[in-house]
């Protein structure tokens, strides 16, 4: 039976004078029919209790990243489908085990040329807020200090800009965002190297808060001003490529958001995953 923080994330998806429903161990919900029809579909035929928390919570993007082979990697809510490139195994075992599908391993044979580029989407210039949520799975190794996970971020001499989530020393999270004058907010937070954690960095125009595995784990302020960025958003790498500092391990379930999720909501995607406190 799902946790009660579980079914409150699901009842979100209720909507007064829906003829259809979405059923998730015995329990039933309206779909809301405002939902973009791919998300309908999906509601009624393939999701589990953690896509449907978030789904309920009207991300701008959700890639599942269950694909068998490349190209595409599809968006669940339809808008805007992403690119594999290079050094890819796909199908591997999914950080949710109680959903279907699977997950990729990236840059498997440390090549430094991996990931799935987005085009100039997901912008979030000034202090327009946003969330980043995904799963991932560090590979130890030893060949870089930092290991890229996802971003839309951009390092031209002498100061970068951008926002971008990176490993540092393969056992530290790092969330931030830059501006063009070298100012910098950041929080960060120790990370496990020896399976899933479930990532959430999120924005709401002040305060960076980066949350695992559902507990809030570090928060700075951030007034930086982003500037437009027309670079590619990327998971797995940085600089609008797939060959900088891309990272190691598998990455599953990213969610784009253009608000800044709640701790609260954090902490019921996770415990929707069916993953113990």
């Known amino acids: 039976m799902l946790r009660p923080t579980a079914l409150a994330c ?45 789904l309920a919570d ?6 599942l990243l269950d694909e068998t082979s490349g190209p595409t990697a ?18 591997e075992s999914p ?7 699977t997950s990729p391993l ?12 987005f085009g100039n989407n997901f912008s979030f210039a000034g202090l327009a807020p946003f969330t980043l949520e995904l799963w991932i799975f560090p590979t130890v190794d030893n060949t870089h200090t930092f290991r890229n996970v996802i971003s839309k971020w951009l390092e031209p001499s002498p100061t970068s800009a951008g926002y971008i989530i990176y490993t540092q020393d393969a056992n530290t999270l790092v969330f931030a965002r830059d ?13 496990n190297t020896g399976g899933w954690s479930h990532v959430v960095g999120s924005y ?3 305060n960076l808060t980066l949350s695992v595995n559902g507990n809030v784990a570090g928060t700075s302020v ?41 701790p609260e909501q954090a902490y019921a995607h996770y415990q929707a995953a069916g993953v113990a406190d």
């Open 10 to 54: 699901l009842a979100a998806i209720a909507c007064g004078g829906c003829d259809r429903v979405f059923g998730v161990e015995g329990t039933s919900f309206p779909i809301d029919a405002s939902l973009p029809l791919e998300v309908i579909s999906f509601l009624d035929g393939s999701s589990g209790a953690y896509s449907a928390a978030v």
């Open 58 to 63: 009207h991300p701008l993007a959700y890639y």
């Open 74 to 91: 599809a968006d669940v809510a339809g808008r805007v489908d992403g690119t594999y490139v290079g050094d890819i195994l796909y199908a």
């Open 95 to 101: 950080a949710v085990l109680s959903e279907p599908g």
């Open 106 to 117: 990236f840059d498997q044979n440390d090549v430094d040329n991996s990931g799935v580029l």
């Open 179 to 191: 501006d063009i004058a070298g100012k910098r907010g950041q929080t960060s937070a120790p990370i």
């Open 204 to 206: 709401d125009g002040t």
């Open 222 to 262: 951030s007034p930086e001003l982003l500037p437009p960025m027309t670079t590619n958003f990327v998971v797995g790498s940085a600089n609008g490529n797939v060959t900088t500092n891309p990272f190691r391990g598998q990455i599953d379930d990213v969610a784009i958001y253009d608000y800044a999720l709640t």
